[in-house]
C-alpha cells in the first residue's frame, strides 16, 4: 500500500502531521486578526521544502484571498453549506476558539526526515495571540523517540546494576558479576548488529531494507537477551563454584562445570532458537526483528561466550575468580 501511494505522489499522506492552533484569550479563530496570523502559519509551513501540502482554513480555495475568507467566516449563511462550511466543520472547534491544521509530509519522506519535520514545525515562532501546538503520527513519534532517549539510560544502568549486585551478593565475588556483564552485553551487541546489517542495511535477505530499526525494539530486544543470557550465566558459574568449593583447583571446576551444564544449555538454546526462528518468518516487522535479534542473540551466547568465552575468561582468572569470597572447607 505504501509503495502504491508513493507512485501515485501521495506517500506522505499515511504520516500526516496535525497542528492545533488556539487563541491565547479564547475568543473566535475567526476574527480578522487570528485569521491573519493563520495565514502567515500557514504559508510559512507551505514554505517547508518538506511539506507536500497544507490543509486549513484559509488555504480550502487557493484562488481565495484572504480578506475573501475573512468575509465568508464572518457571514453564517456561508457556513452553513459549501466547501467553507465543510472546513470549518472538520477544523474548527465548536467554541471556535481552535483550529486545526493538517500538513501533509513530502512523498517518500523516511522517518528521520519526518521527525526533523516536525521538528522545525514545534520551532517555528508562535503567532502573538495563537498558541501552536504540534501532533499527530509524527509528533508522536519524536515524542516516542524522545521518551525512549531519556528512558534508556537509567533504565540500561538498572539492570546492569542490579544483574552485577544479585550476582555478587550469590557468588561472593567481584569478577564473576563484571565478567556476566560483559558477556550479555556482547550478546546483546551482537544481536544488534545483525538487525543492522538486514534491516538497516540491507545486507542479509532479498527483502528490500526498512532503513531504520524500530523505536521501541533496543530497549525491548536489551531486556529480554539479557535476561536469557543470565540464566545460561548462573547454570553454568554456579555449577563452577561448586566444584571450587569441592576441590579448590579453579582449572578442574572450570572443566567439570562446563562438562556437567554443556548439554543443557545447549538443548535449551536450541529450543529457543528453533521458536525465536519462527518469529522471524512473521509477515510484521517488528515481531521479525524480534525473533532474529533473539535467535541470534541465544545461538551466541550458548555456543560462542557460554561455552567458549566464559569458560576460557574462568580459567585464566584463577583464584581471582572467588576474591573476596572464600572457599569452603
Known amino acids: 500500500g505504501y509503495d502504491a501511494l508513493n507512485r501515485m505522489g501521495r506517500g506522505g499522506l499515511l504520516m500526516p502531521i496535525q497542528v492545533l492552533l488556539s487563541t491565547r484569550d479564547a475568543s473566535s ?5 487570528h485569521l491573519e496570523e493563520l495565514s502567515k502559519t500557514v504559508h ?25 475568507y475573512e468575509a465568508n467566516y464572518q457571514d453564517s449563511d456561508t457556513l452553513k453549506s459549501g466547501m467553507l462550511a465543510d472546513a470549518a466543520h472538520a477544523m474548527l472547534s465548536h467554541a471556535a476558539d481552535r483550529t486545526l491544521v493538517y500538513v501533509t ?10 521527525l526533523d519535520l516536525v521538528e522545525r514545525l514545534r520551532a517555528m515562532p508562535s503567532p502573538p495571540d495563537l498558541s501552536v501546538l504540534v501532533g499527530g503520527y509524527g509528533g508522536r513519534l519524536l ?21 552485577w549486585l544479585s550476582l555478587f551478593l550469590v557468588f561472593r565475588s567481584w569478577l564473576v558479576p563484571c565478567k556476566a556483564v560483559l558477556m550479555n552485553l556482547m550478546s546483546v551487541g551482537m544481536a544488534f548488529g545483525v538487525l543492522v546489517m538486514k534491516f538497516q542495511w540491507g545486507w542479509l535477505g532479498t527483502s528490500p531494507p526498512t532503513g531504520r530499526i524500530l523505536l521501541v525494539l ?16 548462573v547454570f553454568l558459574v ?3 563454584q561448586e566444584y571450587w568449593h569441592e576441590t579448590g583447583d579453579n582449572r578442574q571446576a572450570t572443566v567439570l562445570g562446563l562438562a556437567r ?23 510484521m516487522v517488528i515481531v521479525q526483528m524480534l525473533g532474529l535479534g533473539l535467535t541470534v542473540a541465544v545461538a551466541a551466547d550458548a555456543t560462542l561466550i557460554r ?15 572467588w576474591v573476596p569470597g572464600k572457599r569452603s572447607s
Not at 518538506?50 to 487557493?62: C, G, R, T, W
Not at 561455552?307 to 583464584?319: D, S
Open 105 to 114: 509530509p513530502a512523498n517518500g519522506l523516511s522517518n528521520d526526515g519526518l
Open 29 to 33: 479563530m475567526l476574527t480578522s486578526s
Open 44 to 68: 510559512a509551513m507551505q514554505h517547508d521544502p518538506q511539506v507536500a501540502s497544507v490543509q486549513s482554513l484559509v488555504s480550502v480555495d487557493p484562488d481565495m484571498a484572504l480578506d475573501e
Open 307 to 321: 561455552l567458549a568465552l566464559v569458560p576460557a575468561l574462568m580459567q585464566l582468572a584463577g583464584r581471582w575468580n
Open 143 to 163: 515524542d516516542l523517540r524522545d521518551g525512549m532517549d531519556r528512558s534508556t539510560p537509567p533504565i540500561v544502568a538498572a539492570i546492569l546494576g542490579l544483574t
Open 261 to 283: 551444564t554443556g548439554r543443557m544449555i545447549t538443548s535449551a538454546a536450541l529450543v529457543m532458537v528453533l521458536v525465536f526462528g519462527c518469529f522471524s518468518l512473521a509477515d
Open 238 to 240: 554456579t555449577r563452577i
Open 218 to 233: 533496543p530497549l525491548m530486544l536489551f531486556a529480554i537477551v539479557f535476561s536469557l543470557s543470565m540464566d545460561y550465566e
